[in-house]
Structure formats: C-alpha cells, structure tokens
C-alpha cells in the first residue's frame, strides 16, 4: 500500500513539473479524424469529406450543394460518432440554421443537434470548423 501511494506522490510530482503544453499535446484531440457528415453523404464517414487542415486548428472540407431551396443538414464527426467527436449545434439549438459566412459556436461534448445550410445558388462550399477553442469550436460556410 505504501508503494502505492509513494507512486502515486512521483507521478503528481513529475505531472505537476510538465508543462501545460505537453500536457495538452497528450490530450489534444486527432482533429484530421473528422469528417464533414450531412445528408448529402448519407451521415457516412466519406474519405472525400474527411478535414482538411487550413492552419492553425481551423479545418475544412468542401462538397459541391444543389441550390434547390432545401436545407442540407450537416455535422463534423469522426467514423463512429464518439463522444467529444460528435461536434454539432449547441443543446437548445437543433437545427441551427446557418447563413454563408456566419460564425456560430458547436458543440462536441454533448451537441444538442444538427446545423442546416441552405444555399442560394448550385456551387461548391466550404465547410469550416475551428478549434482554437477547444471548448467553443466555431463552424461556418464559405463559397469556394
């Protein structure tokens, strides 16, 4: 028992002299393991849609949208799903709708629903996330 709480005492104190940047290099999240998912890839995990690294934390990726007066319901998510990479409208925000080149903050921890993109003409978008602050990712759209 006492080798035990000796162990653990060494790892409080070695963990205590790391610095918050490795410390958070361990946790960081695989964010190229995302994908842009939404009803025109069938919610699958599509390699064509899977992010793209612009810089930074901010990621991408584009799909070419019919302007048919609909809106496409999207999120970013990796292959399954898994809690905190599950980044969609915040909780009280289902189907929050966004315009072309307005922010509005995501959820990944616990998402409440889906975003909805509607555009006003047939044309290849970009779908941006940024998590710069991992706790409030951002997404918008862009034309390309």
């Known amino acids: 028992m006492q080798k035990k709480i000796a162990l653990f005492i060494m790892l409080g104190a070695f963990l205590s002299g790391c610095s918050s940047t490795f410390v958070e290099q361990i946790l960081e999240k ?4 995302f994908y842009l998912r939404g009803v025109f890839t069938w919610w699958e995990a599509d390699e064509n849609y899977r ?3 612009v810089e930074g934390r901010l990621y991408k990726s584009s799909v070419k ?10 999120k970013f998510a990796d292959s399954n799903f898994a809690p905190g990479y599950d980044c969609g409208s915040p909780k009280g925000t289902q189907g929050k709708v966004l315009f072309l ?3 509005a903050m995501a959820s990944c921890e616990d998402p409440g629903g889906n975003f909805q993109f ?3 003409e047939t044309a290849e978008y970009d ?10 990712p951002t997404v918008y759209v862009e034309k390309s």
């Open 30 to 33: 695989d964010y190229q393991s």
């Open 51 to 53: 992010l793209k690294l």
């Open 65 to 74: 949208l019919i302007a048919d007066g609909q809106p496409y319901d999207f």
């Open 101 to 103: 080149g307005k922010k």
């Open 118 to 120: 509607t555009p006003d």
């Open 127 to 136: 779908f941006f996330i940024n998590f710069a602050d991992v706790d409030s």
